[in-house]
């Protein structure tokens, strides 16, 4: 038998009663598994699923097989949170789709608080139109500190897909420190020549450190 709560501990009727702004995180994430199992409530159990994935940070991270290996979250639970997630991801891209990108502080503003804090190396290109408004933002690679790895035939793939006039590419350093690597200057004039081949301009590369972020159009690292 599934354990359940008592009434006054619902998040549903919380949320009715003082309005959804009031839930914490863990009772939203329960308004979205919805029952808990055997051993655990539904807050129980989204509490520890919290505590495992290590905070609401990571939960753009999360896939369906992480998920279904937490215990007490199965197919059906799974599927749910990944949707709600990618539903947040739309509508973000939807409310900042004429974001205007066209100063390195502007950029960091933009990408700090996705990247500042993530324990992994994450390679992101920005595709602008004629305006340096933010087309499409995607993650290309996750989880290398080789640099060789990115492929400039796979950023200006997104690039041509999206009918991009100009990119910026951005990743972090894991470290805080965001000073560049050799490799990191090598793969930013690679990346800028494949460009110019194509003539879609690579406006900039911003190297996430935490509190501080370091621009190659301006060539030097800036502390916030």
């Not at 998040?11 to 919805?34: D, F, H, M, Q, W």
């Not at 998920?67 to 939807?94: C, D, P, W, Y």
């Not at 960091?108 to 608080?113: H, L």
Request: aromatic share 8%; proline share 3%.
């Amino acid at each position: 038998m599934i354990k359940t709560l008592p009434m006054e501990e619902n998040p549903r009727e919380k949320a009715l009663t003082y309005g959804i702004e009031t839930l914490s995180n863990v009772e939203l994430l329960a308004l979205i598994l919805r029952t808990g199992n055997k051993k655990e409530n539904v807050l129980e159990l989204s509490a520890r699923v919290l505590k495992e994935i290590g905070g609401m940070k990571h939960l753009n991270e999360m896939n369906y097989a992480f998920l279904t290996s937490i215990k007490g979250i199965k197919q059906a639970k799974a599927i749910e949170i990944l949707g709600v997630i990618e539903f947040a991801k739309r509508m973000h891209n939807i409310n900042y789709q004429s974001e205007v990108l066209n100063d390195p502080h502007l950029i960091y503003q933009w990408m700090k608080n996705k990247m500042m804090f993530l324990n992994q190396e994450h390679f992101v290109v920005l595709c602008l139109d004629t305006k340096c408004r933010l087309i499409k933002e995607k993650t290309l690679f996750i989880g290398t500190s080789n640099m060789s790895i990115v492929s400039p035939k796979e950023i200006f793939k997104e690039a041509i897909a999206s009918n991009s006039t100009f990119i910026i590419i951005c990743h972090n350093h894991p470290s805080g420190d965001c000073y560049p690597s050799d490799e990191d200057i090598h793969l930013t004039n690679h990346i800028k020549k494949s460009g110019e081949m194509i003539g879609i301009k690579v406006l900039d590369h911003i190297i996430i450190g935490k509190n501080e972020f370091y621009s190659f159009e301006m060539g030097k690292k800036v502390k916030i």
